[in-house]
């Protein structure tokens, strides 16, 4: 068990210093690009110290006992069973840690459900298994499509090599333009399912028949990528979410040429849509 | 399970064949009862757990197909929380409340017989739900609607053998306090009973007031999947985040169902093992209780991702960061308690030792995923795979695995290999560390759960989780053969069969009589 501990102290200390260390997070959480997954990152630090210090303080005194007070070593049981002062402080001290962590948490709680005032809004519905995006109002409003796996059967079932995103690729992502406050309207069509991207710290269940709401403003362009985060059925691992981050002036292009294919398919729905997709009107060109 | 009992203790005491076993209202018979069945169901969810752990070792698809995985995922957790975990401490409740507090039997023997054998036809069901068309219900042990609704028969197969089971539970819970608060022996005040009579007692209140709630959650779910009901579906005015509101009501009691009598039996333990009395008991007694009426405080921490109002997420939170302290109090009280104690390290005391430590490493996770910033990143990754098994293998298991060894020379009369013990405990807490030790680092970089499947990025850690697996399942073997050597023969066990131990339990013979107190002794 010696052995286990120093594995663990050596695991979290690891996990602190190789976080930035890697394009993929191995050891802790993905790099945050937003200014709420900042937070989550530093509280998690935070925790892991604190934790970390208790830990080393219950099980340096329990190992110490463990190797000193033993009957083989010659060691007498002393009879004392209460102590009413210990008692006290190591009830009240654990409740002052705890508001200690309490205090920062409450700032981010209070951050993340502040979807006020956004500039452009997009609603995500989940279906088994793939997800459609509605850009609802601000830049792109009138856009929409579906967001499904693109990744090879073959890949999946071994006749041909894994490519780098693996399971992580859709064939449209999800495009929003850098600097950006987005509001997320999260809802599905069947089951719960969960939209999550690990970078922008933004985890939302996609609940049938409701609709909630998340945000987050992605502070670096990029690809992003994430998963459903709740079991949806049989191919709940097969809808992954991918997020492009781009310029203004890259935004402004691609919406721009959106509007134009929509436009060039004026009565018909896009064919990615043509089958599971509700109906709305498409030609907002 | 008829077919295999008698045979598995064959010898232990009076003779009487199948009919014996079906119709013992003994509560040492039916506490044996108890801990095979719960033994073989978690080989059962153990062989089920090392299918998933086999899929996943690389990624890909290899093994079975995704389906059939979520087959095996629900599966998993529902044998290992109905059929194995909570069983097997209702067999050490059987076997121990009785001998701990001095009385003849349990309060209700017939009862007590009907609890234990309606075990049997539920796991029946539950498995061989895997048979029915459609395959077992893949929802997730926690049975989401309306995911749930979409169900096969195997669906309904696993609703029915949650009410059987839950009936069960709560004769064994009523059986429980009726005995502990009315045939405790004479000078035997509440606050004298040993602590696990004390955990057990709370953990009973806990059953009688959660698994009805659990059996209407389940019932709702049939009635939308049957009877045309709405209760989960929005389109007819339901609500499906009700259903997670039901269900975790009760979930959440249920966790410390499965680890306070884990207190209780490493409580019992420690100071045996220390040659020094219990640390603070007062104290073990009031923790215990404070655990127990927060556990209904904080149920909704497990849906911090539905979209609570920040108001609701807050108090979540905040309730449920509280539970550290009582916790927190019994961790520093076990380690009071071996603190300059006269400590020697038999099986029954490195089972409990390494309880604490593995157990208090999930304890830490748990309050990392207290925080609802925290937890929006990990709800649903691997890291909540790994704190759970942190608290429920070398939680609940492992002192499950410490009171075996340290009541079986009391059951069997024999003293367990202190050698096969040992190296039991070793394999199990290496194994256990590296198969779910790096989940944490899968679930914070972003590996969901649930899934067959996963990027490139995952695979080493995966491996080295699958190898783990193996080794922790092969592992468990050893206490098999411990057991039935334990039975066979070996050293025999005095009446107080460790040096030191306290309690009623050391008074009678080893092994114990068939019947026991039948004059009540007097406590001091």
Same mark, same amino acid.
């Given at each position: 068990m010696g052995r286990a501990g120093r594995i663990a102290a050596l695991c979290l200390a690891s996990s602190v210093s190789l976080?930035?260390?890697?394009?993929?997070a191995r050891y802790n =959480? $993905?790099?945050?690009?937003t200014g709420i997954a900042e937070q989550i990152n530093d509280m998690h630090t935070l925790m892991l110290v604190i934790c970390l210090f208790i830990f080393v303080g219950v099980f340096g005194v329990m190992f110490w006992a463990v190797f000193n007070h033993r009957k083989s070593k010659g060691a007498v049981a002393a009879h004392?069973?209460?102590?009413t002062a210990v008692e006290i402080a190591w009830t009240i001290i654990p409740v002052l840690i705890l508001l200690g962590m309490a205090w920062p948490a409450t700032k981010t709680v209070i951050a993340m459900k502040d979807?006020?005032?956004?500039d452009i809004t997009v609603k995500a519905t989940g279906y088994q298994w793939k997800w459609g995006y509605d850009y =609802? $109002?601000?830049?792109?409003?009138g856009i929409r499509f579906l967001s499904a796996l693109s990744t090879p059967r073959e890949q999946i079932e071994g006749s041909a090599p894994k490519g780098d995103a693996y399971l992580l690729e859709v064939d449209h992502p999800l495009v929003v333009p850098v600097g950006k406050k987005i509001r997320m309207l999260l809802t599905a069509n069947d089951v719960i399912h969960s939209w999550w991207v690990p970078a922008f710290g933004v985890k939302q269940d996609a609940i049938p028949g409701f609709i909630r709401d998340a945000w987050f403003r992605a502070d670096k362009e990029g690809v992003y990528r994430g998963n459903?985060?709740?079991?949806?059925?049989?191919d709940h691992g097969f809808m992954p979410i991918v997020v492009q981050v781009l310029s203004a002036e890259k935004y402004a292009a691609w919406v721009a040429e959106q509007k134009a294919k929509a436009a060039a398919t004026v009565s018909a729905a896009p064919p990615a849509e043509a089958d599971s997709a509700p109906p709305a009107a498409p030609d907002k060109g | 399970m008829a077919a295999v009992t008698p045979d598995q203790l064959?010898?232990?005491?009076a003779p009487g064949g199948v009919m014996r076993w079906l119709t013992t209202t003994n509560h040492k018979d039916i506490g044996t009862m108890y801990m095979i069945f719960s033994f073989i169901m978690f080989l059962s969810g153990g062989v089920l757990a090392l299918t998933i752990r086999a899929e996943l070792?690389?990624?890909?698809?290899?093994?079975?197909?995704p389906e059939f995985f979520n087959q095996l995922t629900t599966m998993h957790g529902l044998i290992m929380v109905f059929g194995a975990i909570m069983p097997a401490f209702v067999g050490f409740a059987n076997w121990m409340i009785p001998l701990m507090i001095g009385?003849?039997?349990?309060?209700?023997a017939r009862m007590n017989n009907w609890s234990f054998w309606l075990l049997p036809p539920a796991a029946i069901l539950l498995i061989g739900s895997f048979f029915a068309p459609g395959g077992a219900?893949?929802?997730?042990?926690?049975?989401?609607?309306p995911l749930s609704v979409q169900m096969g028969m195997g669906m309904d197969m696993a609703i029915f053998a949650i009410h059987i089971m839950g009936v069960s539970s709560i004769m064994g819970a009523i059986n429980i306090v009726v005995t502990v608060l009315n045939?405790?022996?004479?000078?035997?005040?509440m606050m004298k009973m040993p602590l696990f009579c004390w955990t057990w007692l709370i953990t009973a209140y806990l059953l009688i007031a959660v698994m009805p709630v659990l059996a209407g959650a389940v019932t709702m779910i049939l009635a939308d999947r049957h009877?045309?009901?709405?209760?989960?579906n929005a389109a007819g005015?339901?609500?499906?985040v009700m259903y997670q509101h039901i269900f975790w009501f009760f979930g959440h009691p249920e966790v410390y169902i499965m680890i306070l009598p884990a207190f209780g039996i490493v409580s019992q333990i420690i100071p045996t093992f220390s040659r020094k009395p219990l640390f603070g008991y007062a104290s073990m007694v009031y923790a215990t209780a404070s655990i127990a009426i927060l556990s209904f405080a904080v149920w909704a921490h497990h849906m911090f991702a539905t979209g609570m109002p920040a108001a609701g997420q807050l108090f979540f939170m905040y309730a449920t960061m509280l539970i550290a302290v009582p916790t927190g109090v019994k961790v520093f009280n076990w380690v009071a308690t071996m603190w300059r104690g006269s400590l020697s390290f038999e099986p029954p005391m490195l089972w409990a030792t390494g309880f604490i430590f593995v157990f208090t490493m999930g304890g830490f996770t748990g309050l990392i995923c207290a925080i609802a910033p925290i937890d929006i990143q990990v709800q649903d990754t691997y890291y909540v795979v790994a704190h759970f098994h942190y608290v429920l293998v070398a939680g609940s298991l492992f002192a499950l695995f410490a009171g075996a060894y340290y009541w079986l020379p009391k059951w069997t009369g024999h003293m367990p290999s202190e050698f096969l013990g040992k190296l039991h405990f070793w394999c199990s807490i290496v194994f256990f560390n590296i198969t779910f030790f790096p989940m944490h680092f899968l679930g914070l970089a972003g590996m969901p759960r649930r899934i067959p499947d996963y990027a490139l990025q995952f695979a080493d850690f995966n491996a080295i989780a699958s190898v783990g697996a193996f080794g922790f399942g092969l592992s468990q073997l050893i206490f098999i053969v411990v057991v039935v050597k334990c039975i066979r023969g070996g050293e025999r066990a005095a009446?107080?069969?460790?040096?030191?131990a306290e309690g009623?339990?050391?008074?009678?013979?080893s092994p114990a009589p068939?019947?026991?107190f039948e004059e009540a002794p007097v406590v001091r």
């Open positions: 976080a930035h260390a890697e394009p993929h =959480l $993905q790099q945050p690009v004392f069973h209460e102590n979807t006020s005032n956004p =609802l $109002q601000g830049e792109g409003e459903c985060a709740e079991l949806c059925g049989r | 064959h010898g232990h005491h070792f690389k990624p890909g698809l290899q093994v079975v197909q009385a003849s039997d349990m309060a209700f219900t893949a929802a997730g042990w926690t049975l989401y609607a045939m405790r022996a004479p000078g035997m005040t009877f045309g009901t709405s209760f989960f005015g339901g609500d499906p009446a107080r069969s460790w040096e030191s009623l339990e050391w008074t009678v013979p068939y019947h026991t």
